[in-house]
């Protein structure tokens, strides 16, 4: 999920729709409701988002200071024009990119999947050091909008799993309750989706990730959750 923070309702709009259109959820807010939010946002909250994703308001180097107190998501601002002053100050606060607008969604998840990479990811394994170093070797994943491949062939997935599995592969090995995966792919304020959703999308990309694979390279267990080993 990514949080929108722009005191612009049009903006707001409009961006949410542009990442719906890629299968990604997200949740807009004006800057005070947002500052407001994020002071009493508990750590289920917190977890579900990917990315925040500033507008163009004054208050915006100290919402980018406080977003990082509370997250380490990577944090974008878009800029109506471009300001060194104001570059520098933004990346002084803690954002992690300035974009001039306009800027097409996919630009702002391949940057976002970029930053996150650097700040958060690990060295991938080796494929000759293990099976599941080879298996890792044979499915990429994009996290721009694009299907992923394995063996270099597109393997076209529905934007709900494919988003599935690209939260999966960003957290390989670490067992993901359903509520985590629901809360990343639908929204943490989804409404008139149930929970029970995820098992069928899962159950879907499994045997789709089987087929090509030779092998189902998501475990899953019953009530604790999905682990992506590749």
């Avoid at 004054?58 to 002053?85: N, V």
């Avoid at 694979?213 to 899953?220: M, Q």
């Amino acid at each position: 999920m990514y949080f929108l923070v722009d005191p612009r309702g049009t903006v707001n709009a409009g961006y949410r729709a542009s990442f719906e259109r890629e299968g990604i959820s997200s949740f807009g807010l004006l800057p005070d409701e947002f500052l407001n939010w994020l002071r009493t946002a508990s750590s289920g909250d917190l977890d579900a988002i990917q990315g925040f994703l500033l507008g163009d308001f004054e208050e915006r180097a100290k919402c980018a200071t406080l977003i990082r107190k509370h997250s380490r998501a990577p944090i974008i601002a878009l800029a109506d024009l471009r300001s060194l002053e104001e570059t520098v100050q933004l990346l002084e606060a803690g954002v992690d990119d300035v974009l001039p607008k306009p800027v097409h969604v996919r630009e702002i998840l391949a940057r976002s999947e970029a930053i996150w990479r650097r700040v958060n990811g690990t060295v991938p394994v080796p494929a000759e050091e293990s099976a599941a170093g080879a298996i890792a070797s044979r499915l990429k994943v994009f996290h721009d909008g694009r299907d992923p491949e394995i063996d270099g062939v597109p393997l076209s997935l529905p934007r709900r799993e494919r988003h599935i599995l690209e939260y999966l592969v960003r957290n390989r090995g670490r067992r993901l309750t359903k509520t985590q995966v629901f809360n990343v792919v639908y929204g943490v304020y989804s409404n008139g989706v149930e929970e029970s959703v995820i098992e069928g999308h899962v159950s879907k990309l499994r045997k789709k990730l089987a087929e090509r694979l030779g092998h189902d390279p998501i475990e899953a267990k019953r009530y604790m959750g999905y682990t992506y080993i590749g």
